[in-house]
Nanobody, 123 residues
């Protein structure tokens, strides 16, 4: 089993940057592909970015492509989401998730989830 804990959320102005972190428990972190999702009030949880087990492959939602970067450090059991050029529409609770299969974009395909971290972008 994997436990995930997100951190790094907060309040930022439009155009600003934040880096989210997701720390995983256990010694099998590199067995899991990782993803970031987000959920805005009144909306469904949506895919943001995913990274393969080795970190060699990544995939992004069109809405964040070119602004967000997902990365991982398997030695530290941590996955990151660097968010630049933030927009009001990026306001949401951000969740990291783990799956055993690969780069996936659908929530039900992920086995483990963190508790989420709030990101608020203000004008």
């Amino acid at each position: 089993q994997v436990q995930l804990v997100e951190s790094g959320g907060g309040l930022v102005q439009t155009g600003g940057s934040l880096r989210l972190s997701c720390a995983a428990s256990g010694r099998t972190f590199d067995s899991y592909a990782m993803g970031w999702f987000r959920q805005a009030p009144g909306k469904e949880r949506e895919f943001v970015a995913a990274i393969s087990r080795s970190g060699g492959n990544t995939y992004y939602a069109d809405s964040v492509l070119g602004r967000f970067t997902i990365s991982r450090d398997n030695a530290k059991n941590t996955v990151y989401l660097q968010m630049n050029s933030l927009k009001l529409d990026d306001t949401a609770v951000y969740y990291c998730a783990a799956n055993k299969y690969g780069i996936l974009t659908i929530t039900r395909q992920y086995d483990y989830w963190g508790q989420g971290t709030q990101v608020t972008v203000s004008s």
